[in-house]
């Protein structure tokens, strides 16, 4: 028996990825909660012949929605709007973040918690304070979910290479994205020397970084002020919990490569390896993860060995942003104190 809760399920990512989870095999109960129109959507949701129970909790039911669950999906907060960085939500999704985390260290204390809410690199770090100020802080079930960048690489470098040759399925096992997730945070890596060296010179090169690294921008100014991404985000969002979901039912991965998670280095396997070969101390990274039982057990750390010189300028980058965007979540939780 599993149960999944989605905290802001009645959102623009919160339904698809709810519909996509109401179509899981590895999910048996299936909690909404938002603070409006959950148990609408959850209805709504319920009459699909799918095998697991689905009900909606409104805003003063938020301990129901939680309890007994084994994995918590947070794509709670309000997205941007053009003009904005996903910084400027800081203001606004730190505050629902902490709140909702400690409300599952209460009700759900050992659920994974999967933070989707942005900014990502800030979050996830007052997700893990938070945690840690109640003495409830287990590293590996607490992941910051970047698999949108993830799908926007494998569908760019198609887009760049020519599909019709270099086929979608098949770059998913040339590139990942590691880093952070918000631009230059966002690091792809192209694992697959053969095919960096398609990306014929360095304009083209530059310009696939580029678009994977401000993709999220692509759909902020074409959604007009409407919000960000959210179909494609629930559909990523579904891939990662499913990953997670599939780990706790002991079935292994069916996709080439592990997928990255942006995690607490120092918590896990291999993180101090990877601070090390990456010469810094930065404690929140995304990386390709494993897991056990729904937890993530070790981080990856061979893909350094491979890394191009233009790689490494970009992890540079990424790791003076990454520090400034985790220091600012620290320190939302430590002046609550
Ligand atoms: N990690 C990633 O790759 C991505 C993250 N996002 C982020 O996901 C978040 C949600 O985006 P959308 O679904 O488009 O926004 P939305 O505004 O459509 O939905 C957010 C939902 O959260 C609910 N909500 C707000 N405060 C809440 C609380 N305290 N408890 C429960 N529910 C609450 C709202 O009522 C709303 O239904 C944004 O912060 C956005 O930036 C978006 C795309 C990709
Ligand atoms: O761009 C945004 O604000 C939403 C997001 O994180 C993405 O689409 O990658």
């Known amino acids: ?5 989605v905290l802001g399920a009645a959102g623009g990512i919160g339904q698809p990825l709810s519909l996509l989870l109401k179509m899981s095999p590895y999910v048996s109960t299936l909690a909404l909660y938002d603070l409006r129109l959950a148990p609408g959507v959850a209805r709504d949701l319920s009459h699909i012949n ?9 805003k003063d039911e938020l301990a129901d929605a939680l309890k007994g669950a084994n994995v918590v999906v947070i794509p709670a907060g309000v997205p941007r709007k053009p003009g904005m960085t996903r910084d400027d939500l800081f203001k606004i999704n ?41 003495g409830q802080f287990k590293p590996g079930k607490v992941m910051g979910v970047t698999t949108l960048d993830v799908v926007r690489a494998h569908t760019f470098l198609s887009d760049a290479l020519g599909a019709d040759h270099y086929g979608r399925e098949a770059m998913k096992s040339h590139v990942t994205v590691i880093g952070g997730h918000s631009g230059t945070t966002i690091v792809p890596i192209v694992t697959n020397a053969k095919v960096r060296s398609k990306l014929v010179n360095k304009r083209q090169y530059d310009a696939y970084i580029h ?6 921008d692509e759909v902020v100014e074409a959604k007009q002020g409407a919000g960000s991404a959210t179909l494609s985000m629930a559909l990523a969002g579904f891939q990662f ?21 942006f995690i607490y280095l120092p918590g896990v396997e291999g993180g101090k390896e ?46 003076e942003e990454l520090d400034k965007n985790v220091q600012k979540g620290k320190r939302f939780v430590q002046s609550k104190l």
């Open 241 to 261: 919990t499913n990953e997670v979901l599939r780990s706790i039912h002991l079935e292994k991965r069916a996709e080439p490569g592990p997928l990255p998670a």
């Open 274 to 319: 990877l601070q090390s070969k990456l010469g810094t101390n930065i404690e929140y990274f995304a990386a390709p993860v494993q897991m056990l039982r729904g937890d993530v057990v070790r981080v990856d750390v061979d893909w350094v060995d491979g890394l191009s010189d233009e790689e490494k300028k970009a992890i540079k980058i990424c790791l």
């Open 94 to 134: 730190a505050g629902i973040v902490a709140n909702l985390v400690s409300a599952t260290a209460k009700y759900a204390p050992s659920a994974r918690i999967l933070v989707i809410s942005n900014p990502v690199n800030s979050t996830v770090p007052v997700a893990c304070e938070t945690l840690k100020n109640l």
């Open 50 to 58: 799918t095998n697991s129970k689905c009900r909606g909790y409104g």
């Open 1 to 5: 028996m599993t149960k999944v809760t």
């Open 211 to 216: 678009r994977v690294q401000f993709g999220g």
